[in-house]
Antibody
Framework: EVQLVESGGGLVKPEGSLRLSCAASEFTLTDAWMNWVRQAPGKGLEWVGRIKSKTDGGTTDYAAPVKGRFTISRDDPKNTLYLQMNSLETEDTAVYYC??????????????????WGQGTLVTVSS | DIQMTQSPSSLSASVGDRVTITCRASQSISSYLNWYQQKPGKAPKLLIYAASSLQSGVPSRFSGSGSGTDFTLTISSPQPEDFATYYCQQSYDIPYTFGQGTKLEIK
């Protein structure tokens, strides 16, 4: 069965850095579009960014609050997704989830959605 | 950015009541709308994609409808395990955006 397992969360000071990992099993990360979604304590879901599959160019997109500070990448041999977070702010405190973003085509259009999610890893930014 | 607004923010219902949650987009998103369920301390779970397609393994009491700017998630006869928070999400354009959530509580 498809599994996503995040790790790397923890307590970090403002302006510090942290790298989150998301290990995938039962599918090949290179062939998938993958996203990071976060949830601040007691709040709703917020999209952070995505990386396209290698065949679709492997390009990345980011939400405005993290653009220029966060970087999404993959290690293909390890089948692992990363989120490098720099210049962290207290507002970045959240549970971070990695999600798979498959494509469904039907009725003349193609749709994307998040079908598998990891269990989440908590990042706390505090002095 | 496309704003997604859910209503109500919270809802009390009894087991077996019909429940409807609404999601409105700030611009037309065709049928690029997904619904997720989240229980406390757990990751969200996909229920409905492309506005009305039921994800594999999701009970048929869940259904979705709508297109353009107005969408609905219906639970025909909620069971105890359905009391959770529900989110809509648009996949029409980047940045993907979510509704603020609707908490379904047991009456």
């Amino acid at each position: 069965e498809v599994q996503l397992v995040e790790s790397g969360g923890g307590l970090v000071k403002p302006e510090g850095s942290l790298r989150l990992s998301c290990a995938a099993s039962e599918f090949t990360l290179t062939d998938a579009w993958m996203n990071w979604v976060r949830q601040a304590p007691g709040k709703g879901l917020e999209w952070v960014g995505r990386i396209k599959s290698k065949t679709d160019g492997g390009t990345t997109d980011y939400a405005a609050p993290v653009k220029g500070r966060f970087t999404i990448s993959r290690d293909d041999p390890k089948n692992t997704l990363y989120l490098q977070m720099n210049s962290l702010e207290t507002e970045d405190t959240a549970v971070y989830y990695c999600t798979r973003d498959p494509r469904y085509c039907g009725g003349g259009s193609c749709h994307r959605y998040f079908d598998y999610w990891g269990q989440g890893t908590l990042v706390t930014v505090s002095s | 950015d496309i704003q997604m607004t859910q209503s109500p923010s919270s809802l009390s219902a009894s087991v077996g009541d019909r429940v409807t949650i609404t999601c409105r987009a700030s611009q037309s998103i065709s049928s690029y709308l997904n619904w997720y369920q989240q229980k406390p301390g757990k990751a969200p779970k996909l229920l409905i994609y492309a506005a009305s397609s039921l994800q594999s393994g999701v009970p048929s009491r869940f259904s979705g409808s709508g297109s353009g700017t107005d969408f609905t998630l219906t639970i025909s006869s909620p069971q105890p395990e359905d009391f959770a928070t529900y989110y809509c999400q648009q996949s029409y354009d980047i940045p993907y955006t979510f509704g603020q959530g609707t908490k379904l509580e047991i009456k």
